[in-house]
């Protein structure tokens, strides 16, 4: 049982180039979500699906896109990578969005935008 | 909105000493749960300990225990006999029970606990 894996777990880019944070579950977890952690500032929800077609805008949701083709997959688009998006990168899903259900994460990717 | 506030950016505690991390939130909701999250040198986020509202009752796990003040909105995490491998980042989360797609974990900023041998 993987649970939650993300790649790459490293990642340097230039400014304005574009890349792909893949995440895959194998739990059959509906919920599934992408943080981003910043020194100071804990994780922040940049985007977020309830099942398979269906995302949504999180906190921070400028400059990153996603889309959820099918209930295992999440992956994170960065159209032009900027400074700014330095961080590191969690992918965590649960059964359902209700308090109850505990986020299980990835191990988390770290992107260096140069 | 909700918001959660670790207000110690570090901790030191002696091996097998007790420590305490401090976690307030605001809500005004009634029904919600509280995490404690542990984030080891590996980045791992790893659940320590979880509180539901409604149970007055303090969660416990082994050495991690809570001391849960709905009233005042105070959540903190005790760890007794520390332990080299309890250096971490903790992170206190709060989470509403309903909310429907837009229920988000919400993140303190962190605290770094450094275990002295």
């Known amino acids: 049982n993987a649970g939650v894996t993300q790649t790459p777990k490293f990642q340097v880019l230039k400014t304005g180039q574009s890349m792909t944070l893949q995440c895959a579950q194998d739990m059959n977890h509906e919920y599934m979500s992408w943080y981003r952690q910043d020194p100071g500032m804990g994780l922040r929800l940049i985007h977020y699906s309830v099942g398979a077609g269906i995302t949504d805008q999180g906190e921070v949701p400028n400059g990153y896109n996603v889309s959820r083709s099918t209930t295992e997959d999440f992956p994170l688009r960065l159209l032009s990578a900027a400074p700014s998006q330095t961080s590191v990168y969690f992918c965590?899903?649960?059964?359902?969005?209700?308090?109850?259900?505990?986020?299980?994460f990835g191990a988390g990717s770290r992107l260096t935008v140069l | 909105a909700q918001t959660v506030t670790q207000s110690q950016p570090e901790m030191s505690v002696q091996e097998a000493e007790t420590v305490t991390l401090s976690c307030t939130y605001d809500?005004?909701?009634?029904?919600?749960?509280l995490f404690w999250y542990k984030q080891p040198p590996s980045r791992q986020m790893i659940l320590v300990i979880r509180q539901e509202a409604y149970k007055q009752q303090n969660a416990t796990e082994n050495r991690f225990s809570v001391n849960f003040q709905k009233a005042a909105k105070s959540f903190s995490l005790k760890i007794s006999d520390s332990q080299l491998g309890d250096a971490a980042m903790y992170f206190c989360a709060y989470r509403r029970r309903y909310g429907g797609a837009t229920n988000k974990l919400i993140f303190g900023t962190g605290t770094l606990l450094a275990v002295q041998p």
């Open positions: 965590a899903s649960s059964y359902g969005a209700g308090g109850a259900n505990v986020l299980t």
């Open positions: 809500t005004s909701e009634s029904d919600y749960y």
